[in-house]
């Protein structure tokens, strides 16, 4: 048996592909790796089929037509055959000492006859040219060493929330609840984190820098520049959570609180692109996001709205939106992302 399955999507990752997959094979043979050659156009299928050769019981290449980031974690998520599911991205990769510890810690769940459905660790970013690597724990706001639910919740401060990057499902879980991911779409991360937590009943934390998340490449789809050119597709992806749940319908307070938070997120996120763009036309899609919120969860739209988050980004005017934008750098230069 197979403890988890390491999905790596890459499209034309010929240049930084092998750094995340020799990180995942520090694994072992309890691990599966699936590489997802996502229809590139360089040397990205000759690197993947070779390490399937010199690793035949661990690495399987499936390759398909070029779908997005989401179709390749779809195709990943249909062939795995591991307990646990976890997506690398090709130009990110995993630390050995917190693999070897995650791998430990599954070992002695199916040991002693346990499972969990989603099991947390912390990221860092890798921020080319930063002298300090911020790690994202949490340890203030889950407990360590024990399997938990929602009520056990603690607060999460706002760059704190459960990434993809700090994220291992339960595969069953995800085949379940029919996770499925849009095509040719950036930014669906946040919908596979998402969609899946109401389903979620274990959780377990391990307090360990398991994720590195590389910032620095100029194509990356978290570059501001390369989100405003998309911000379609960041506006769908908000949309498309938003009609996801009716947020009175998730019972536990505690769950409920935490995804209307994310949310609250994702709409200051697309409110923010679409403030920095100074654009007329992504000032009105600005608008329209907000109106569609109140007209799908009126009760949702007033809590996050007149929240901290939701009357930064609706400051009225060119001086309110210049503050919005300052708050935002802020932020960015506390955090470390994009």
């Known amino acids: 048996m197979k403890y988890i399955t390491f999905a790596i999507p890459c499209y034309n990752s010929q240049d930084y592909m092998e750094r995340a997959i020799e ?4 694994g072992g043979k309890d691990i599966e790796v699936i590489i997802v050659n996502d229809g590139s156009k360089d040397g990205t299928e000759e690197i993947a089929r070779r390490y ?7 690495v399987r290449v499936v390759s398909q037509e070029n779908g997005g980031h989401g179709e390749a974690v779809n195709s990943g998520l249909l062939h795995a055959q591991g307990k646990y ?79 993809m990057h700090s994220v291992i499902y339960r595969t069953e879980l995800l085949k379940l609840c029919q996770l499925h991911l849009p095509k040719h779409t950036f930014y669906v991360d946040n919908i596979y984190v998402y969609y899946p937590l109401p389903h979620v009943r274990t959780i377990y934390y391990l307090d360990v820098n398991l994720y590195r998340y590389y910032i620095g490449r100029d194509d990356q789809s978290v570059n501001e520049k390369n989100m405003i050119k998309r911000i379609d597709q960041q506006l769908y992806v908000n949309q498309t959570m938003i009609d996801m749940y009716q947020m009175k319908m998730i019972s536990n307070k505690k769950l409920r609180s935490y995804m209307i938070k994310y949310l609250a997120i994702m709409m200051t996120v697309s409110s923010i692109i679409c ?10 899609k600005k608008k329209e996001l907000w ?14 709205r007149y929240g901290i988050l939701g009357q930064t980004m609706n400051l009225p005017g060119r001086s309110g939106r210049k503050i919005s934008s300052m708050g935002y750098s802020v932020m960015r230069r506390i955090i470390g992302f994009n």
């Open 23 to 26: 990180s995942v094979l520090k």
């Open 275 to 284: 403030i920095r763009s100074k654009k007329e036309e992504n000032l009105k």
């Open 52 to 58: 399937e050769r010199e690793y035949p019981d661990i």
């Open 291 to 304: 109106t569609y919120l109140k007209r799908k969860d009126y009760k949702t739209y007033f809590k996050i």
């Open 85 to 163: 599911f976890k997506v690398v991205d090709s130009d990110d990769w995993l630390d050995e000492e917190a693999l070897l510890k995650i791998m430990e810690t599954l070992r002695r769940f199916e040991e002693n006859g346990e499972e969990v459905d989603m099991l947390i660790s912390n990221y860092v970013y890798e921020k080319v040219g930063a002298s300090h690597k911020k790690v994202i724990h949490y340890r203030n706001c889950l407990p360590q060493d024990q399997v938990f639910g929602w009520s056990d919740l603690g607060h999460f401060r706002i760059d704190q929330y459960i990434l």
